[in-house]
């Protein structure tokens, strides 16, 4: 146990040195599906006997898409086929968040050598994240009317979209019988990046609606093929835009039936400055004129006021300074119990980091049988979303293995209806027999 306080607090340590800017996607089911290889994605401790290669080839060896909103579902926003924001906007919390991405293998490939797993893969990333304000959704859907002698808290409003090709290399092994660690560098080429940093605005509006005055400081960074007129190579590949992560992970025995595990994925970091442009603005600003009063007066509002006004809210000094971003670093620690050779529970928390912390809780259960299927469901608690039942398969047919995880199986069904989706399929050609 001690062994493991000391690797738990390391990782607590990393986890609050690094600030927090790109994001990435907790997993619920993929980890505990140790036979396919891009469960190390995650856990690099997951070690496998059923096989001593594995080769992915593009796109279809693994392919990922999640979404999530903190806030509401479709169906709570639309009201037969029309969309009304104000069924949505009263139940708002403070900060709200839609966030969504994905992943897909250009090419992986896993492979053992006596007690050492090592790992080679490329892969491309994306991410887009929007963070807003109640006060936001309810000044532009609503106009300024209602804060009239009011202040409305635009702050901490964020949005963030990355793009980025990962060569990454792991490697883990058995220290001894009760201890494994792993460890994957990685090579991050940046294709394309919008990342918000200081954001604080807010808006008042005098009692009779006619002026509003306020402060905004607001910086928005760009980079990469979204600002470039002619594509070539550095920037179609990512070199002009180079970073450097590492994951790290370790998992200890206590027992024949129990081990724990920890691992920290995305300690690192992508510097941008190839088609750099970058906005910000800092002051105090004044303007007569309002937005907008209600929803009705959307087709009748004086649109080149609201034009002008927005122009006097948002003045941006513009630069082309290099900067860097970060990743957000996602921990992971699990138990697992072996209730029988073929038939292990586990319970786990995730959690990554994007200006605050948004940790998962899991309960599942690995079934395997007849060394052909593997099968895992689980149940996850995620802040603003207390329901997602996930699960996931692996079968195998000669050399050729197929995989498909959800963590929230509902969304297979009826997508509109749930506030997290979280999916990942691929198809995998394992040979060899380990000794």
């Not at 062994?3 to 990393?14: D, M």
């Not at 796109?59 to 924001?85: C, E, K, M, R, W």
């Not at 990342?195 to 306020?214: A, F, Q, V, W």
């Not at 941006?316 to 921990?331: C, F, G, V």
Request: with cysteine; proline share 3%.
């Amino acid at each position: 146990m001690l062994v493991f306080k000391k690797i738990a607090l390391l990782c607590c340590l990393i986890m609050a040195m690094i600030p927090a800017s790109l994001q990435a996607q907790q997993e619920t089911t993929l980890p505990y599906l140790t036979w396919v290889p891009q469960a190390g994605y995650t856990d690099l401790t997951v070690q496998t006997d059923h096989y001593k290669k594995s080769f992915s080839v593009p796109v279809i060896g693994s392919f990922q898409v999640y979404y999530f909103n903190s806030a509401f579902t479709y169906h709570a926003l639309v009201n037969g086929n029309i969309a009304d924001p104000n069924l949505v906007i009263p139940k708002l919390h403070k900060l709200n968040q839609v966030y969504a991405g994905g992943s897909y293998d250009i090419f992986s490939m896993r492979f053992r050598k006596e007690k050492n797993f090592y790992h080679f893969s490329v892969r491309d990333v994306w991410t887009q994240r929007v963070t807003y304000t109640s006060d936001l959704a309810n000044l532009l859907w609503n106009g300024n009317a209602a804060y009239a002698g009011k202040t409305a808290d635009l702050s901490d409003t964020r949005f963030s979209a990355n793009y980025y090709r990962e060569v990454a290399m792991a490697a883990s092994t058995s220290l001894n019988d009760k201890l494994i660690v792993g460890v994957r560098g990685k090579l991050l080429m940046g294709l394309a990046n919008v990342t918000t940093k200081e954001s604080e605005t807010n808006l008042y509006t005098d009692p009779n609606g006619l002026s509003i005055s306020g402060h905004s400081q607001f910086t928005l960074l760009t980079s990469g093929m979204i600002n470039d007129e002619k594509l070539n190579a550095k920037n179609v590949f990512g070199f002009g835009n180079l970073g450097l992560a590492a994951d790290i992970g370790a998992r200890y025995k206590v027992s024949e039936k129990v081990s724990i595990a920890c691992n920290v994925n995305n300690i690192g970091f992508i510097h941008w400055k190839r088609s750099v442009k970058n906005y910000r603005v800092n002051g105090d600003y004044t303007s007569t004129g309002y937005l907008m009063r209600d929803s009705a007066d959307i087709a009748d509002a004086d649109w080149q006021n609201v034009i002008d006004t927005l122009k006097a809210v948002f003045q941006p000094k513009e630069d082309s300074k290099a900067y860097s971003s970060w990743l957000t670093p996602t921990i992971y620690l699990n138990g697992n119990y072996m209730l029988r050779e073929t038939t292990t529970l586990y319970a786990a928390l995730a959690a990554d980091i994007y200006y605050g912390l948004r940790p998962t809780f899991t309960l599942g259960a690995v079934q395997t049988i007849n060394n052909t299927l593997q099968v895992a469901l689980n149940y996850s608690v995620m802040p603003n979303n207390l329901f997602n039942l996930g699960g996931g398969f692996v079968v195998r047919g000669g050399p050729v293995q197929y995989y498909l995880s959800c963590d929230n199986l509902p969304a297979l069904f009826d997508p509109y209806a749930v506030k997290y989706f979280n999916a990942r399929m691929g198809l995998n050609f394992t040979f060899g027999k380990p000794e």
